[in-house]
């Protein structure tokens, strides 16, 4: 009897380029040549018709099948669909735990998704089985461990845990310099990250130092007019802001969004983010009405990304009741901070740090109303409500001084 030769490494991994070849092949094939227009075909059909294509027609090649499941969910993170992220990757979940080390990747990138819409608590569950999965050997697989503490340090910066941020930023930055080759992208996301969690702490030298590193980077990695190097500019903004650099960071911040404007559809989530960056700094420099405008068009963007309540909305709606307020619109004012409360306890479903930072922007809209008694009434209680659920030091100091003022 002729026993069958085993295929050689060589051997496996050509099969599997070859299968992955016709894959990508097929899925630009037109299935109805009389009815499709290839010029109306979106990038959007051809990622879901990827994702079911992967699940249907490389059931018995789980290794080929995972990997492209995962570039699918990658490419939709990126592009701000984390519905549609999550849809792709919790399918494959089980696929990812049966393949052992190279699953990880596949569950890091659903807990980005899970961290965009929110869902913190199951984005960190999921990096813990991503992290269980690797195994306890830490020498080994350092730059998908630098990915998962990254991960983790992003869902705690959306926490404002920003000590915890911190930490899990550094061994990320450890894992990377083990590790070898890795690419400049993804330098640059975790310099740009680790700067802005510092910039939120008020370290505004150690976070201008990350943000150019991760500028450069990001010039390097996509080009001067790319989403990331958009980005980059956008969160360096954010940093000169919050130190008080005001004009500089208008500068960043109109280059951010002249470049993300370019790259990226109206209603891309990132837009909202520089529009809403760019009305704080307009509200700084004493212009609420240009401030209202940027604060409104992006609570519109992401009312339409979202399609439901979300921290995000209900933050910046919070900003958009400072500038209603100094323009002397104190009832819209109230209004929109009354809508910054239903999503956040419709989306956090429990009292959260942002509640109290909304109880002192509420009481700066009741101080300029001449309702002095209400507003103190608020900060003590918003500040009491810090207190208990242990906001980040530099968080409530920030919101004390607030309230010493009224």
Do not use: W
Request: with cysteine.
């Amino acid at each position: 009897m002729k026993v069958a030769a085993v295929p050689t490494l060589a051997e496996r991994e050509s099969a599997e380029a070859r299968a992955a070849s016709s894959f990508l092949v097929g899925t630009f094939a037109i299935s109805n040549p009389a009815t499709e227009n290839p010029r109306t075909i979106t990038a959007l059909s051809i990622l879901k018709g990827s994702a079911e294509r992967a699940s249907i027609e490389l059931r018995d090649q789980p290794a080929i099948r995972l990997r492209l499941l995962g570039t699918v969910g990658e490419a939709y993170v990126n592009l701000g669909l984390f519905d549609e992220a999550r849809t792709a990757l919790e399918g494959a979940r089980p696929l990812a735990r049966a393949m052992g080390p190279d699953g990880a990747p596949v569950l890091q990138t659903l807990a980005s998704a899970y961290r965009n819409k929110g869902d913190f608590d199951a984005g960190l569950a999921t990096l813990a089985e991503a992290e269980t999965l690797l195994g306890q050997n830490l020498r080994e697989h350092l730059e998908v461990r630098g990915d998962l503490a990254q991960t983790r340090a992003q869902i705690q910066q959306s926490m404002t845990n920003y000590g915890a941020a911190e930490t899990e930023f550094q061994a990320a930055l450890d894992d990377y310099a083990r590790a070898r080759d890795v690419k400049p992208r993804k330098l640059a996301r975790v310099y740009l990250n680790y700067g802005l969690t510092l910039a939120s702490m008020g370290q505004d030298l150690r976070a201008q130092k990350a943000l150019t590193q991760g500028l450069e980077y990001a010039r390097i990695a996509t080009g001067p007019k790319s989403r990331m190097t958009g980005q980059a500019l956008s969160v360096l903004a954010f940093n000169e802001r919050s130190a008080g650099r005001l004009a500089e960071a208008k500068g960043h911040i109109d280059e951010a969004i002249a470049i993300l404007g370019d790259v990226l559809d109206p209603s891309n989530p990132i837009m909202a983010d520089a529009l809403s960056q760019r009305g704080q700094i307009l509200y700084a420099q004493g212009q609420p009405a240009p401030a209202a405008q940027d604060f409104g068009r992006a609570i519109t963007i992401l009312r339409q990304a979202y399609a439901g309540p979300h921290f995000k909305i209900g933050s910046i709606q919070g900003y958009l009741a400072l500038a209603q307020s100094r323009l002397g619109d104190s009832q819209s004012a109230l209004r929109s901070l009354e809508d910054a409360k239903r999503n956040y306890d419709a989306h956090y479903k429990k009292l959260h740090v942002n509640h109290g930072d909304l109880l002192v922007q509420r009481a700066q809209v009741l101080q300029r109303a001449g309702r002095l008694a209400e507003a103190r009434s608020d900060c003590t209680a918003g500040l009491a409500l810090m207190r208990k659920l242990e906001a980040d030091e530099a968080f409530y100091k920030t919101n004390a001084a607030i309230c010493a003022g009224i």
